[in-house]
C-alpha cells in the first residue's frame, strides 16, 4: 500500500480544506508522509490540544488560515499554489450543533462547498479532486441494509440536509462542468462515523468517553442504542487516497459518488462502543442518561461499500476491537506525555503495514 501510495504523491501539489479538523489534520500527516507538497486552508484549531496543534502541523506543511465562504481568498490561493489533488473536508460536521447554528450549517457546508467546486473548475493544474460528505447525506429510512451511492439524499437535521444539498450540488457541476474536462477526475465521497486518537469535537462518544475516564466519572450516553458503523479515521482516508490515485491516472472510469465503510462486524450500539472503550482503556464505567425533548440523531446507519471493493479494491484493514485498541492507544499514550507526532505517526505506519 505504501509504495503505491507514494508514488502517486511524491512531489504532487496537494491541497486539503479542513486540515485543522480531525481527518484533514490525520489525512495532512499522511501526505507528508508520502512526500507530497501540501498546503492546508482552514479555520484555526479551536483547542490547543486539537491533533492539528500537538502535531504541530502548521511547521511540517504549509498552512493558510481561511473560511471556505471566502471566495476571493480561495482564489487567491489556488492561483498561487495550482494544486494538483484538492481534498474537501473543510465542514460544519457535528449533527447537534447544527441544530443551533442551522444557517451557519448551510452557508459553510453549502455554499463553501460551492466556491470549492468553482475553484475545482477554473484551476487548469487540477487533476483529482475529493469531495467529502458524509453518510448522513442519505434520506434514512432506519434500514437494516446498507445505503448504496444511488440511494435517495436527504435529511431530517440541519447538518444532514446540508449533506445531502452538497451531494446534489457536486451532482450538477459533475453534469455541467467536470463531464466536460476529461483531464480531471471528480468524486465525492460518504463516510461511516470516524473514531480514532486527536479527536476533541463537541458531543461525539469518544472524545467525551475518553475525557470522563481521564476525570475519573463514568461515561453518560443519551442515545446508547443508536447504531453506527464505526471506523478509524485511516480507514475512510486511505480509500480517499486509493480513489484519488485513481482518479488521476482515469478520471473518467473513477469520477462519482463513493462508499467508504467498516465491514458490517464494525456495526455496533454506542453503548457496545462504550463498553470497549472501558476495556480497553482499563476502568471505568457507563450511564445511561437521556435527555428529555433531545434533537433528533439517527438510531441506525450504515453503508454498502461494494462498489469501493469491487471497483477499487478498497477493503477495512482493521476490525472493531483493533480500531478501539488503537483509537484508546493514542489518548492513553498522549495521557502519558508521548509527542502526538511520535504517535500519530507510528500508528500511521501500523495501518499502512497492516494487510486488508
Same mark, same amino acid.
Given at each position: 500500500m505504501r509504495n503505491r501510495l507514494v508514488a502517486a504523491f511524491r512531489g504532487k501539489r496537494v491541497l486539503v480544506t479542513g486540515d485543522t479538523g480531525f481527518k484533514g489534520s490525520w489525512l495532512s500527516l499522511w501526505l507528508r508522509e508520502l512526500g507530497a507538497e501540501v498546503l492546508g486552508y482552514a479555520l484555526p484549531a479551536e483547542r490547543v490540544d486539537d491533533h492539528f496543534n500537538l502535531l504541530g502541523l502548521d511547521c511540517l506543511i504549509h498552512h493558510v488560515d481561511g473560511d471556505i465562504c471566502d471566495h476571493a481568498h480561495l482564489r487567491q490561493v489556488f492561483d498561487e499554489f495550482q494544486p494538483e489533488f484538492l481534498f474537501h473536508l473543510a465542514a460544519q460536521a457535528l449533527v447537534r450543533f447544527s441544530y443551533e447554528a @442551522?444557517?451557519?450549517? +448551510?452557508?459553510?457546508? !453549502?455554499?463553501?462547498? $460551492?466556491? !470549492? #467546486?468553482? %475553484?475545482?473548475?477554473?484551476? @487548469?493544474? #487540477?487533476?483529482?479532486?475529493? =469531495? $467529502?460528505?458524509?453518510?448522513?447525506? =442519505?434520506?434514512?429510512?432506519? *434500514? !437494516? *441494509?446498507? =445505503?448504496?451511492?444511488?440511494?435517495? #439524499?436527504?435529511?431530517?437535521? @440541519? =447538518?444532514?440536509?446540508?449533506?445531502?444539498?452538497?451531494? !446534489?450540488? +457536486?451532482?450538477?457541476?459533475?453534469?455541467? +462542468?467536470?463531464?466536460? %474536462?476529461p483531464l480531471l477526475g471528480a468524486a465525492s465521497v460518504r463516510a461511516g462515523n470516524v473514531i480514532g486518537g486527536g479527536d476533541w469535537s463537541r458531543d461525539r462518544i469518544v472524545p467525551d468517553a475518553i475525557k470522563a475516564l481521564r476525570d475519573g466519572n463514568p461515561i453518560m450516553l443519551r442515545n446508547p442504542n443508536a447504531t453506527r458503523p464505526w471506523q478509524h479515521v485511516l480507514e475512510p482516508l486511505s480509500g480517499y487516497l486509493q480513489l484519488a490515485s485513481q482518479l488521476y491516472l482515469q478520471p473518467q472510469q473513477f469520477s462519482g459518488p463513493w462508499n467508504f465503510g467498516p465491514r458490517t462486524d464494525s456495526i455496533r450500539t454506542v453503548h457496545d462502543l462504550s463498553k470497549a472503550i472501558v476495556a480497553a482503556w482499563g476502568n471505568g464505567s457507563v450511564q445511561v442518561a437521556a435527555i428529555p425533548n433531545a434533537p433528533r440523531e439517527a438510531r441506525y446507519l450504515h453503508l454498502n461499500c461494494d462498489k469501493a471493493n469491487h471497483s477499487l479494491h478498497w477493503h477495512p484493514r482493521w476490525d472493531f476491537a483493533h480500531t478501539v485498541a488503537e483509537t484508546v492507544h493514542w489518548y492513553k499514550e498522549i495521557s502519558a506525555d508521548r509527542p502526538a507526532l511520535e504517535v500519530s505517526t507510528q500508528q500511521l505506519r501500523h495501518y499502512m503495514e497492516t494487510t486488508a
Open positions: @442551522p444557517k451557519l450549517t +448551510f452557508d459553510t457546508n !453549502i455554499s463553501g462547498s $460551492v466556491n !470549492i #467546486l468553482e %475553484m475545482a473548475r477554473t484551476t @487548469p493544474s #487540477l487533476r483529482a479532486l475529493i =469531495y $467529502v460528505t458524509s453518510d448522513k447525506c =442519505y434520506r434514512n429510512h432506519e *434500514w !437494516i *441494509w446498507g =445505503y448504496r451511492e444511488n440511494d435517495e #439524499l436527504g435529511g431530517h437535521d @440541519p =447538518y444532514s440536509a446540508s449533506k445531502a444539498a452538497a451531494e !446534489i450540488v +457536486f451532482a450538477a457541476y459533475g453534469d455541467a +462542468f467536470f463531464s466536460q %474536462m
